[in-house]
């Protein structure tokens, strides 16, 4: 009896192991359309073309059908994108200090130029962007003029510009589908 059921659980395990499911992670199709991306930072932003680029890329893999190259002459499609014009302003002050702004407004704008594999212009944008930034809570310690933390402001920056990229590409597919 016990060799019936270790002779069957061993079968058992056999199949189960070797015909699992037949899902597969795999590439993207064949056909998909190739995309390269170059990110120009014009800003006084500390290392925002690199974050950007990053989250760029995330987005475009996460929620599209199109394979990111590196090399500009054999994509489909070409995205070049500056960003320039990081500049920060007063958005609150602490009740307690009117000398100290407590938030901070971070202004940036991006132009947006998508190319098709021939270099002809398809469609050009020109978007302004801001995200707050919050000097950090005061401690007894530290002084009172501490400068404000931007690396969150920075990110979340970051990721609006790449979710725009997303719309803008969207808005271009939309146009080459109408222009067909």
Known sequence: MIKKISGSGILF???FFFSGCP???SDNPR???ELFVEVHNESFGLSMGPLIDREIRKTILKTSSYSLTSVPHTADLKLYLRVSGYSD???SYDPDD???ASAFAIVS???LKWESAAGELLLEETINLDASVLRPALKPISPASSSPVDEQA???LAEFIAKEI???LRRLNSLLFEMK
Do not use: C, G, I
């Open 13 to 15: 395990l056999t199949n």
């Open 23 to 25: 899902y597969t992670l």
């Open 31 to 33: 056909d998909a359309l």
């Open 89 to 91: 302003r007063p958005e």
């Open 98 to 100: 009117s000398f100290l």
């Open 109 to 111: 704008t991006v132009n």
């Open 154 to 156: 920075r990110q979340s």
């Open 166 to 168: 997303y719309f803008s």
